[in-house]
Each structure stands twice: as structure tokens, then as C-alpha cells.
């Protein structure tokens, strides 16, 4: 297989949302190194204006998108999802069907602080398919925004995904997340959870499943 590219070029719509990711970046930093309130109340008309630039695109209210953007606090910096992908002996995938939308995905979500990148994958993977494992090797680290996943989202976000090894199931998995556990071939994948995994990602996995030595991917 091929590298992976990016699919397409850039459109208008994906550069102001990246404009506005950034407006509220700057905007945060402002607010957490502001020394006096006429810098803060600057700060925070900056980041009603990424709000504003935000919900013209997405169509979400823009004051539920402030609302959102000043939930963090601190230096701004992206967010690290992690994704688990184990192949069995037949080449198929162990996917999770997601309770939030009914459609499958890799296991992985939100890095926790505290937890190295490893850890928080093969928890990940143990709370949302009852499967212990063992990391092989990082597959790639992705900008999601590259990576076109649907919905956008106010945040900057990294994608690390794992090749894993897969141990035996010790518990059921986390009734809070998942509705169901499988393992599928590429060319009988159910309907995915796009925003969370996508094909191209699987068969780049898959890749790397084959030929361990292959590079970590960035993009």
C-alpha cells in the first residue's frame, strides 16, 4: 500500500474553522497571562469572535461554543485522542460499536493526564472491549483536521493510533460506552464512526500489521 495522503485539498470552510481554532488559542493563553481586566476583557471578545466564526460553519449557537472554549484554562495546546488496533490470525479487526451513536470504532477516546500514551491506549482498549493488551508500536500521530473526520470541532486534536496485540478477554466491557465487541475484515466492515475512525486509517493499520518495520506515519 501506498502512504497515506491527505485526501483533499484544503477548503475555504476548513481554513476559517482553523482560523478560529486559533483565535480561541490565542484567546485562552491571553486569559491565562493577562495582568490587568482591560487585557481580559479584550481576550474574551477574541474568543466570542472564534465562537462566532465557529457557529457559522457548524451551525451550534455560538454562545453554547464560548461556553464550550473557556471549559479549559491554562496554555492552549491540542488534545491527544488514542486508538487500539488489533489484528487476529484471518486479518479482522476487534471494533467496539459505540453507544453514543451505534456505529463501530476502534477503542480508544481521550488521553487522561497522568497516563502515558501506552497506558491510556491499553485502558482504553480493556474498559471498552474487555481485551487485556500490549502496545507493538505507534502508527502514526494524525492532526484531525488533516484527516478530515467529521464533525469539526472547536479543539485542535492529535490522533495516536496503536498497533496492539491482543490478549485474552478478562471482563465485559463498559455498558457507559459500548453496545457491542467484533472482529471484521476490511471488506466486511460495518458502518464506522467516521469522526473516530475512518477506512483509509484501518488499512493503513493493516499495513503496519503486515510489515512491523514500516515507519510511523505523520501528518
Not at 479487526?93 to 453507544?99: A, F, G, H, S, W
Not at 477503542?107 to 482504553?124: K, L
Not at 508500536?137 to 485542535?156: A, F, G, N, T, Y
Amino acid at each position: 500500500m501506498e502512504p497515506f495522503a491527505s485526501a483533499r485539498e484544503p477548503e475555504p470552510a476548513d481554513v476559517i474553522r482553523r482560523v478560529g481554532i486559533k483565535l480561541a488559542a490565542l484567546a485562552q493563553d491571553g486569559l491565562t497571562f493577562a495582568t490587568n481586566e482591560y487585557d481580559e476583557d479584550r481576550y474574551r471578545q477574541v474568543r466570542g469572535l472564534a465562537a462566532e466564526l465557529m457557529s457559522a460553519l457548524s451551525g451550534r449557537p455560538a454562545d453554547e461554543l464560548t461556553i464550550e472554549l473557556g471549559r479549559d484554562s491554562g496554555y492552549a495546546t491540542p488534545k491527544i485522542d488514542v486508538r487500539g488496533v488489533m489484528f487476529d490470525e484471518q486479518e479482522r479487526v476487534l471494533l467496539m460499536c459505540e453507544k453514543a451513536d451505534g456505529r463501530w470504532s476502534l477503542p480508544g477516546g481521550w488521553a487522561d493526564p497522568g497516563d502515558s500514551p501506552s497506558a491510556a491506549v491499553t485502558r482504553e482498549i480493556l474498559e471498552e472491549t474487555g481485551y487485556r493488551s500490549s502496545p507493538v508500536k505507534l502508527i502514526s500521530c494524525w492532526d484531525r483536521e488533516l484527516q478530515h473526520h467529521p464533525p469539526p470541532l472547536p479543539v485542535h486534536v492529535y490522533k495516536l493510533f496503536f498497533l496492539c496485540r491482543a490478549h485474552e478477554a478478562v471482563q465485559p466491557p463498559a455498558a457507559l460506552e459500548t453496545l457491542a465487541v467484533g472482529w471484521f475484515g476490511l471488506d466486511e466492515l460495518p458502518p464506522l464512526s467516521v469522526g473516530r475512525v475512518n477506512r483509509r486509517q484501518l488499512e493503513r493499520a493493516l499495513a503496519h500489521h503486515r510489515d512491523p518495520t514500516l515507519p510511523t506515519e505523520f501528518d
